[in-house]
């Protein structure tokens, strides 16, 4: 049964660059890793959907619907997507069933701002993007109960990538009834 990571967790907070090095990681260990991110399939796919509330929901629905598609072909599917919305995250894992992690993966508001790898804070700043998730438009809605939280503030990658193997080693899934 091939698992699906759902990264959560804002702009800046380390998904994409988490998500890359836990793909390398697996593939080291002979596992087939599918990776959808966010950003790439919004641009690509999804050009058509805005960030109100309910497009950011309709995008998470596609992307979980692909998700699920690529559990067929691989071991691991990661998923790095700001995700904002528990009830989005909720309708994920429903869509994905059986498999189905959610990852935080958190930071402190300094630490994001610093590393600010798409200029967007900076912009945020400026006022030029009023409606940014979590700073003025769709609020952040941290995960209640995550199966798994990663604080990249506090370690380095490769200490979050062992941290991730190591769950993933022990993982044993949980309901699919459990709110995120």
Do not use: C
């Not at 009830?87 to 610093?114: C, N, P």
């Not at 798409?118 to 993007?129: F, P, S």
């Not at 209640?144 to 769950?167: C, F, G, K, N």
Request: glycine content about 8%; charged content about 25%; overall charge negative.
């Amino acid at each position: 049964m091939a698992t699906v990571i759902w990264f959560t967790g804002l702009s800046g907070s380390g998904k994409s660059t988490l998500a890359e090095a836990l793909k390398k990681e697996l593939e080291a260990r002979g596992k087939t890793v599918v990776l959808i991110d966010g950003d790439d399939v919004r641009g690509t796919l999804h050009t058509h959907l805005g960030f109100t509330a309910e497009d950011i929901t309709e995008n998470n629905r596609l992307i979980a619907m692909l998700a699920k598609e690529s559990m067929a072909q691989a071991d691991v599917v990661l998923v790095p997507i700001i995700s904002p919305l528990r009830a989005s995250r909720t309708d994920a894992r429903k869509v994905i069933g059986h498999g189905f992690l959610e990852l935080y993966v958190d930071s402190s508001d300094e630490t994001r701002r610093a590393r600010d790898p798409k200029g967007l804070y900076a912009r945020v700043v400026a006022g030029e993007m009023p409606d940014f998730i979590g700073y003025g438009g769709v609020p952040y809605e941290e995960p209640e109960h995550p199966d798994l939280t990663i604080r990249t503030d506090h370690q380095s990658v490769s200490e979050s990538v062992a941290e991730i193997v190591r769950y993933l080693d022990t993982y044993t899934e949980r309901p699919n009834t459990v709110d995120t």
